[in-house]
Structure formats: C-alpha cells, structure tokens
C-alpha cells in the first residue's frame, strides 16, 4: 500500500493549472510511482495560505510520522485577505482588470481591498517583521519535518531574504534549514528560475504573457526534475546540477518576475 504524500504551494503544483491536460506527464505525478498523492495546490495563492491548509489539513491526523509534505514556497507578498479566494490573491497587485472569467462580487472585493494591499506594500512591505516573514515560514515547517516522514521545501520564486547576503544570524539560521536529514531538505534555488533559464523549450512570448506549460515546465524539464524530487523522498542524493545542465538564452530576474505570471 502506498503511502501519503501531500502537495501544498501554487500553480507550480496545482493539479488544474494550466487546465486539465495530460499532454504529458507534469513534474510532481513522478511522485505517484511511490505515494498516494493529496493535492492542495492553488495557482496565484501565497506561502501563509498553503501554511494554513497545511495546517487544517493535519489538525485531525492521529499519527503523521508516515505522511511526506512538498511544499511549494510561493510569493510573500501574496497575502491572504478575508472573502478573497486564494486564487486571485497574486492579483491584488496588478494594476488593470482581471484576466479570466471572474464573478462580480469577487471583482467588487478585489476593488475594495487594493488600497489596503498598496498601503501594505508601503507601510509592511519595508519593515523587519515583513524581511523575516518568509524565515519564519521555512522555519515552521523545519520544526514541523519532525512529525512527518519528510518535508521538502521549495522556492517558487526566490527571495532576496533568503540569500548569501545576509547578516551572520541569518546565516547561521540558513545553514541550519540547508542541512539536509532523513526529514529535511530545503532547496533554495527557484522554481522559476528551472523554469526560464534551463527549459529548451522556453519561448519568447513566455516572457510577456502567462506561462501555461504544464506546472510551467516542458516534458524533458518535467521529468528530470520529478525524478531528482522522487530521488529526495527516497532519501537519494537531490542533483540540483541535474537540472542545469541545458541552458537557453533567457535570464531569470528576480525584480521582473517577482510576481511571476501566475
């Protein structure tokens, strides 16, 4: 019998993002070959809204220590606001109208609830509780890894607090989290950095529009990395040197694609 497995982050995992395609074989459903697979992703939903389902999805559960977690760490500055649904909440910081089919009333609480999110983006955005937000997110779970069979962490986007340039505190509290055990491991290199820089199949109009290759990979991408993150549950060396071994013409920049597309 196959063990659990759950998903948790945004449109890097969500089973219906793009739509629901089977063209080929996404990156994560590598992971069928071993577990059974819960799939709590929500494309354009933040890291504190997968944290609170993570949450409510193991408040019932007697016994955890055979449950591996993927968590995907998605955009902090996609906050979670009441009657919001989480799927639009990477929306509140875009200027223009919605794309998609969205109902009224959520266009109506979207309007409602902008100047609170630019007001946040002035007056919380800048501030040491914000920097280290993310931090304490990775560091929940790193205390949390100790009642599951694994948790691996990783980051959608990147983020410059989580970097080599940070004060020695912060550095040995990075060393810690990238200290990988039989129910740790946290990679810090961007998903959507895999995603631009080391896909052949990377277009141009990617750059522009929305990215809707499934789980924002292409097939050969998709499967070398559901392998490596397959190898990691099994407690076999993760090769991130794997996954940059092709390389394209399109630079990932971390101010351009802060709210990458989706």
């Known amino acids: 019998m196959k063990k659990q497995l759950w998903i948790f982050g945004d449109s890097y995992v969500d089973k219906t993002?793009?739509?629901?395609?089977?063209?080929?074989?996404?990156?994560?459903?590598?992971?069928?070959?071993?577990f059974k697979i819960h799939n709590f992703g929500i494309t354009g939903s933040g890291p504190r809204d997968a944290l609170?389902?993570?949450?409510?999805?193991?408040?019932?559960?007697?016994?955890?220590?055979?449950?591996?977690?993927?968590?995907?760490?998605?955009?902090?500055?996609?906050?979670?606001?009441?009657?919001?649904?989480a799927e639009r909440q990477h929306q509140l910081s875009f200027h223009g109208k919605p794309s998609g089919e969205i109902e009224?009333?959520?266009?109506?609480?979207?309007?409602?609830?902008?100047?609170?999110?630019?007001?946040?983006?002035?007056?919380?955005?800048?501030?040491?509780?914000?920097?280290?937000?993310?931090?304490?997110?990775?560091?929940?779970?790193?205390?949390?890894?100790?009642?599951?069979?694994?948790?691996?962490?990783?980051?959608?986007f990147g983020h410059p607090s989580i970097s080599d340039s940070l004060k020695p505190g912060f550095k040995n509290n990075l060393q810690i989290l990238n200290e990988e055990s039989s129910q740790w491991?946290?990679?810090?290199?961007?998903?959507?950095?895999?995603?631009?820089?080391?896909?052949?199949?990377?277009?141009?109009?990617?750059?522009?529009?929305?990215?809707?290759?499934?789980?924002?990979?292409g097939q050969s991408m998709s499967a070398k990395l559901g392998k490596q993150v397959l190898k990691c549950f099994r407690n076999e060396t993760f090769n991130i040197r794997k996954?940059?071994?092709?390389r394209n013409n399109f630079n990932y920049s971390t101010n351009r694609y802060w709210n990458y597309n989706e």
């Not at 409510?56 to 906050?79: A, G, H, K, P, Y």
């Not at 409602?112 to 955005?125: C, G, K, N, T």
């Not at 501030?127 to 990783?154: A, G, Q």
């Not at 996954?243 to 092709?246: A, D, E, G, I, K």
Request: charged residues 25%; contains cysteine.
């Open 17 to 34: 993002f793009p739509e629901k395609s089977s063209a080929y074989k996404r990156w994560w459903e590598y992971l069928e070959e071993d």
């Open 52 to 85: 609170t389902r993570f949450y409510r999805t193991m408040q019932w559960q007697r016994n955890t220590n055979e449950i591996s977690v993927l968590f995907i760490l998605s955009d902090i500055e996609r906050v979670s606001f009441c009657n919001l649904p």
């Open 104 to 156: 009224y009333s959520v266009i109506k609480t979207m309007k409602e609830l902008r100047p609170l999110y630019y007001s946040m983006v002035e007056h919380y955005f800048t501030t040491e509780s914000w920097t280290t937000e993310l931090f304490s997110i990775v560091n929940t779970l790193h205390v949390l890894s100790k009642s599951f069979k694994k948790i691996l962490v990783l980051q959608a």
């Open 185 to 217: 491991k946290f990679v810090d290199t961007p998903l959507a950095k895999l995603s631009i820089e080391n896909c052949l199949d990377m277009k141009e109009e990617v750059l522009h529009s929305p990215d809707h290759r499934l789980n924002h990979f």
């Open 243 to 246: 996954l940059t071994l092709s």
